[in-house]
C-alpha cells in the first residue's frame, strides 16, 4: 500500500523528525539557562539532560548503527546513558551546559538529515520502512513529553502557554458505558511499520464480553470519590496502595489543593479551579484501581483496551486507531501538545470507536489493570533497554496517549508503562465491568 512506500515513509519520518525537534527547541527555549540545568523534581532530569540524550540516542542509531560513522563525542556516551545515571544523580554529572548540548544534538540532526536522504529502506531490519529513523523521531517526542512533564513540575511563574481546547458544543448524550462483544481479536502488530518490540507479534486473544466507559472518568465523578471519603476506606484500596496514600499524605490527585472548600489545581505554572467535566489527571495505578472498586466496577484488561479501541464489529478486523486506519487528525484527537489539558469528557466525536466509545487516543493515558509482559513471540528489537528490562510485575500498563505525546508515539496498539505510585505522569483513567446475567448477553462469546 501507500503507506508502506519507500518514499512516502522518507517523508514521513522527515516530517516527524522536523516536528520532533521544533517540540524540543520550544521546550528547552521557553526558559532561560538555570532553568535547563536545574533540577525540578528528583523524579526528572534536568531538561539539559533530555536535549543530549536525544541527540546521542539519535547519534547512536542513526550516525553509528545505520551510516556507520564514528562517535563524534565517545566520552558523553556514558552521561546520557540512561542506566548509568538514575535522574536523582544526573544533575551532579559533569553535563554538557545548554549551548555545546544545543551545537551537539544540531550537529547530530545535521548528519542525520543527510543520511536519511542517501539510506534505502530496505536491506537491514533497522532501515526497513525507515524503521530506525521512526524509532528516533518517537523517541525525541517520548522525551518531549518527558520535558513537559519536567515544566509541569517546575515552579514559579508560566512559562509556556496553548490554545484550550473546544468546549463541547453540546453536551455528551451518549450512554456512559457499551457492550464490547466477546470473541476472538487481533491484538498487537506484525505489520504497522515503526511500530516498537513490545507492540508485536499480531496474535489472537479471546477476549469474553465486557462493559467499558465510553469516556474517560472525569474530574467531577473523581471528586464524588474524595468527597466519599474514598482516600480513609481501605476497603477499595489494594493493601500496598492504601499504606502507600498514607504515608505520604496523599488526599487527592497531584497538583490539587483544597481552599474554601473548592478544589484548585496548579497546571503549567497558574492555578485554576478543577474543571468538572475534564478527565482526571495526575492520578496513580493505586487510585485508579480504588476509584474503579469504589464505583463497583474495575480497570480493563489490556486486552480490554485494546479490544475497546481497534475492534471494527463489522469488519472483525483489528484497525489502528479507533475511529480507522487514517493518522490522527485535531478533529479525532487531542494529541502533540497544541493544548496543554486534556479536552472536555465527550469530546472528539469523529474519534469515536464504531461502538461509540471516546477519547481512547489522546488527552490522557489510561491505566489498565494489566502488568507490563511481552506478547507471545516477543523478539527484542533494535535493544533489550527498550523494553524488556522492563517485563515483569512492576510496571502498569497504560494505553491511548495523552495530550502531551505527538501522533507518532501513538497508535492503538501503542504501549507505555510506570510505576503503580507515579503520578506525575499525565494519567488518567477509564473503568469496566464484566457482563452479568441481569445484562441479557445471551452467550459468553458472541461476536456482534
Ligand atoms: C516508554 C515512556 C516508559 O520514558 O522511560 C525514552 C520511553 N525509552 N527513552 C521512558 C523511553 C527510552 C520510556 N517510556
Ligand atoms: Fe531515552
Not at 101 to 106: E, M, Q
Request: include cysteine; aromatic fraction near 10%.
Amino acid at each position: 500500500t501507500d503507506d508502506q512506500d519507500p518514499e512516502t515513509l522518507r517523508q514521513r519520518a522527515l516530517s516527524a523528525l522536523l516536528t520532533a525537534r521544533d517540540r524540543t527547541a520550544l521546550l528547552t527555549g521557553c526558559v532561560e539557562d538555570p532553568d535547563l540545568t536545574a533540577q525540578h523534581s528528583p523524579l526528572m532530569s534536568p531538561l539539559v539532560w533530555d536535549l543530549a540524550h536525544i541527540g546521542n540516542q539519535e547519534e547512536q542509531w542513526l550516525l553509528r548503527a545505520v551510516a556507520g560513522q564514528e562517535a563524534i563525542r565517545p566520552e558523553i556516551d556514558p552521561l546520557y546513558d540512561a542506566f548509568e545515571h538514575p535522574r536523582a544523580e544526573r544533575p551532579s554529572l559533569p553535563l554538557l551546559p545548554p549551548s555545546e548540548a544545543r551545537r551537539y544534538a544540531a550537529e547530530v540532526r545535521g548528519r542525520a538529515l543527510d543520511v536519511l536522504e542517501r539510506t534505502p529502506f530496505e536491506g537491514s531490519a533497522l532501515t526497513q520502512a525507515g524503521f530506525a529513523f521512526g524509532m528516533i523521531a518517537q523517541h525525541e517526542q517520548q522525551h518531549d513529553e518527558t520535558m513537559l512533564i519536567t515544566h509541569q513540575l517546575r515552579k514559579g511563574p508560566a512559562a509556556l502557554s496553548a490554545p484550550d481546547p473546544e468546549p463541547l458544543s453540546s453536551p455528551y448524550t451518549g450512554p456512559a458505558e457499551v457492550l464490547v462483544p466477546g470473541g476472538p481479536f487481533t491484538m498487537g502488530t506484525s505489520t504497522e511499520p515503526w511500530a516498537l518490540d513490545n507492540e508485536r507479534p499480531a496474535h489472537v486473544r479471546l477476549v469474553p464480553p465486557f462493559f467499558i466507559d465510553t469516556t474517560p472518568v472525569t474530574n467531577a465523578a473523581y471528586q464524588a470519590f474524595i468527597e466519599d471519603g474514598g482516600y480513609d476506606d481501605p476497603r477499595w484500596w489494594a493493601p500496598e496502595g492504601f499504606t502507600h496514600i498514607k504515608a505520604h499524605s496523599i488526599t487527592a490527585p497531584l497538583f490539587w489543593r483544597r481552599e474554601g472548600g473548592q478544589w484548585l489545581r496548579r497546571r503549567f505554572g497558574v492555578t485554576e479551579a478543577v474543571p468538572p467535566d475534564e478527565p482526571v489527571l495526575h492520578v496513580g495505578w493505586y487510585e485508579a484501581d480504588a476509584y474503579a472498586r469504589w464505583a463497583g466496577r474495575r480497570l480493563p484488561t489490556e486486552a480490554e483496551w485494546e479490544k475497546a479501541a481497534r475492534h471494527d464489529p463489522g469488519s472483525g478486523r483489528s484497525m489502528r486507531y479507533p475511529w480507522g486506519d487514517a493518522d490522527p487528525t485535531p478533529e479525532r484527537a487531542n494529541l502533540g501538545q497544541r493544548h496543554l489539558r486534556p479536552a472536555p469528557a465527550g469530546s472528539y466525536a469523529l474519534g469515536e470507536s464504531p461502538l461509540g466509545v471516546r477519547q481512547l487516543i489522546g488527552d490522557v493515558w489510561e491505566w489498565t489493570a494489566s502488568d507490563f509482559l511481552p506478547y507471545p513471540g516477543f523478539a527484542v528489537f533494535p535493544y533489550r533497554e527498550y523494553s524488556e528490562v522492563f517485563f515483569g510485575s512492576e510496571y502498569k500498563v497504560l494505553r491511548g496517549g495523552s495530550f502531551a505525546v505527538d501522533a507518532v508515539a501513538c497508535r492503538g496498539t501503542f504501549r507505555n508503562w510506570d510505576y503503580p505510585i507515579r503520578r506525575q505522569i499525565f494519567s488518567g483513567f477509564r473503568t469496566a465491568r464484566d457482563v452479568t446475567p441481569g445484562d441479557g448477553v445471551a452467550d459468553g462469546l458472541v461476536d456482534g
